[in-house]
């Protein structure tokens, strides 16, 4: 596909931007109270502005003060929670003998970068909680690049970025990262995180690297786990060859990882290619059809990403490529966050954001077209709709700054061949569900659609022995159903407190759920972002919790790979029940 010039399709905007912090302030002015929230600060242990009890006897050569927590969606946050700061991994092994005698519970905090309960549960006390900062000290990154495989070893806290920089420098690197670099390794393998790299046809990963998830690349880690013949915690590393391993590659915060080892192969360049001008009924289309399709896209490129604005004719299709050479149209980049218009608010998008925020539902159309020409007019004045640089630089595109939004959706597993037909009934749904609710005078969705793929998690892709697959990692291939080798990840996200929003995510759940099923593809939640929705809102439906959650980790598993065998690891490792908390209890209850 050759390059093109971004258009805005008719929509002028002008490009002129808010800075961030300005724009947060002029958004509480119109009832962006959630967006613009602002928690206390530090409170050192023992001083008399503590507004929670002090943990009593907590080790005092372990800094711990009360501070904020706040989650990347703002829709979880406390004033106050006492947090550590361990100095090394053996700090946390005290930390959970010191909790688990004077019964409180230990939650890892990185950069609360999630959407999900996994750390602290809104409406629940937090005064018998300690988090433990696991960025200050657990941070380390070391590369073997001699190694067979390559390998980095990196603390709980490193963020990717970091990992992924240091890589580059021996000329390492891999094939998938989520968008957004800061997240740190731990908190990011928690939940399985994955990124939009998918082969093209016939193309294979490059040794070292994978197109799954990044619980994938891991070749060993260390956890803090429950000696029950020493009647205490300690430090235990587990190999990618030991079964014991598989639940910890995605625990969802029921256990505490302290450091990591994972592989890594040769580094490459990428080029990415923006384009505005595809109408989506063209993109989206049904499979064998012609012209500029998502499908054909996939088949020539593999690494596919379209973001579709609400009420929008042509998405913002982003299209990756292996690419050695730089393309004489293509500019040369020499850093990640490229997309700068994406980290600051043009007034023609915050006039629009702070009405639909504020209940003017009715302007969802104008937030959409101005939210499009927004990126359109960047792109082009800019000059970022043909990128080339390395893997690392084109991979981290959106800064932790960006407009923060709730999120529904999840990941359909199915047959490469049925790529065009999943997204095709997804888009067709979504369009006639949003086109029924705006003719009600309904908007309950004012954000775009995002979709994005990657693979199973194969493990002939990981170069050591290895004991299988994460349990729970959403992209865990199926024995059963070997052919289901791609994942599809499709989510609709929106404004917090949109009118009507938890319903329409509840509608929208059930319908992937239902839908994509059978001999046809399974539906798993995206764990870090929104998922088992009521008409109240997300983590809260008593059978999906229940019922159909477990299930997406027990059909076409055997006992000793799904749900119940992760779950009795985790009790294993920590049956005292230190690393929980009250949503995870609900989720992950005691064998």
């Known amino acids: 596909m050759k390059a093109r010039d971004a258009r805005t399709d008719g929509t002028s905007v002008s490009t002129t931007p808010l800075s961030r912090r300005g724009f947060l302030g002029a958004a509480g002015a119109v009832g962006l109270t959630g967006l613009a929230w602002k928690p206390a600060g530090a409170v050192p242990v023992g001083d008399p502005r503590a507004t929670i009890p002090a943990p009593p006897a907590f080790p005092a050569d372990i800094p711990l ?8 969606a703002r829709t979880i946050h406390f004033d106050a929670v006492w947090t550590a700061t361990a ?15 004077h019964g409180y519970r230990v939650r890892p905090r990185g950069t609360m970068h999630s959407w999900s ?3 602290v549960v809104p409406g629940e006390s937090v005064e018998k909680i300690v988090l433990i900062d696991t960025m ?15 390998t980095v070893t990196a603390g709980a806290g490193a963020s990717i970025e970091s990992i992924l920089t240091a890589l580059e420098r021996h000329g390492l690197g891999w094939a998938n990262a989520p968008a957004i670099g800061d997240i740190t390794i731990a908190g990011a393998l928690s939940i399985g995180a994955h990124g939009a790299t998918y082969p093209a046809a016939g193309e294979r990963a490059i040794p070292g690297q994978s197109f799954g998830s990044l619980s994938n690349l891991v070749v060993a880690l260390t956890a803090v786990v429950w000696n029950a013949a020493a009647g205490a915690y300690e430090l235990r590393e587990f190999r990618r060859s030991e079964p014991g391993i ?20 040769a580094n490459y360049r990428l080029r990415c290619q923006s384009f505005t001008d595809v109408p989506w009924q063209e993109l989206f289309a049904p499979p064998g059809a012609p012209g500029r399709t998502f499908e054909r896209f996939v088949e020539e490129s593999g690494r596919v990403e379209a973001i579709w604005f609400p009420f929008t004719r042509t998405p913002w299709l982003k299209i990756w490529s292996v690419c050695p050479e730089k393309p004489s149209t293509a500019r040369e980049v020499h850093g990640p966050y490229n997309y700068f218009f994406s980290d600051s608010i043009p007034e023609e998008v915050t006039t ?10 009715a302007a969802t159309p104008a937030f959409g077209a101005a939210q499009f020409g927004a990126v359109a007019a960047g792109l082009a004045a800019t000059g970022t709709a043909d990128l080339w640089g390395w893997s690392k630089d084109l991979l981290f595109y959106l800064r932790a700054t960006t407009l923060r939004v709730v999120a529904g959706g999840g990941v359909v597993l199915t047959r490469r061949a049925n790529i065009a037909r999943v997204i095709h009934e997804f888009t067709t749904w979504l369009h006639e569900r949003m086109t029924h609710y705006a003719s009600l005078g309904q908007y ?52 917090p407190g949109t009118a009507g929003q938890s319903a329409f995510f509840q509608e929208m759940e059930q319908w992937m ?35 159909v959650v477990p299930a997406m980790y027990r059909t076409g598993l055997s006992a000793d790979e799904g749900w119940d065998a992760a779950r009795a690891s985790f009790d294993r490792h920590d049956p005292h029940r230190v690393f929980t908390n009250g949503f995870l209890d609900r989720l992950l209850p005691p064998g």
Request: proline share 8%; charged share 20%; glycine share 6%.
């Open 513 to 547: 759920a239902d839908h994509y099923s059978g001999d046809y593809a399974t539906f798993r939640s995206e764990w870090s972002k929104g998922w088992a929705f009521d008409a109240e809102g997300g983590y809260r439906d008593p059978r999906f919790l229940g019922v």
């Open 65 to 72: 003060a009360q501070q904020r927590f706040e989650n990347w």
């Open 136 to 150: 200050a000290h657990l941070n380390s990154v070391t590369v073997d690049p001699a190694g067979t495989p390559a």
């Open 87 to 101: 100095r090394d991994a053996h700090d946390v092994v005290r930390i959970a003998d010191w909790a688990r005698s």
């Open 352 to 361: 629009p954001l702070g009405q639909v925020a504020s209940g003017m539902q």
């Open 246 to 265: 598989t639940p910890l590659l995605a625990h969802l915060g029921r256990s505490f990882v302290t450091s990591v080892t994972l592989q890594a192969g």
């Open 444 to 495: 309950p969705v004012n954000m775009p659609f995002e979709v994005r793929l990657c693979t199973v998690d194969d493990q002939s892709e990981v170069l050591v022995e290895s004991a299988g697959a994460p349990n729970l990692s959403a992209v865990r291939p199926r024995p059963d159903r070997p052919d289901w080798d791609t994942a599809i990840w499709m989510n609709v996200v929106s404004v």
């Open 117 to 119: 309960p996994l750390t």
